[in-house]
């Protein structure tokens, strides 16, 4: 599973970053962002959750 952030999307809620921290981030600009590469098999259902919890449907999985 992949999962990035869609950054004309993103209000910048922080739901995602605090639900799974280990794999969104809060970048420069403010908005989330999402780790590089595979999310861990672990977290996938957390990411799961929380594009589910986005108020802004911003989170797209792969
Ligand atoms: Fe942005 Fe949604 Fe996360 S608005 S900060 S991608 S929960």
Do not use: H, W, Y
């Given at each position: ?35 590089p ?26």
């Open positions: 599973m992949k999962t990035t952030v869609d950054p004309d999307l993103c209000i910048s809620c922080a739901i995602c970053t605090n639900m799974v921290p280990d794999v969104f981030f809060m970048n420069d600009d403010g908005l989330a962002e999402a780790n590469g595979d999310v861990p098999a672990n977290l996938e259902d957390q990411v799961r959750e929380a594009a589910e919890e986005c108020p802004a449907d911003a989170i797209l999985i792969e």
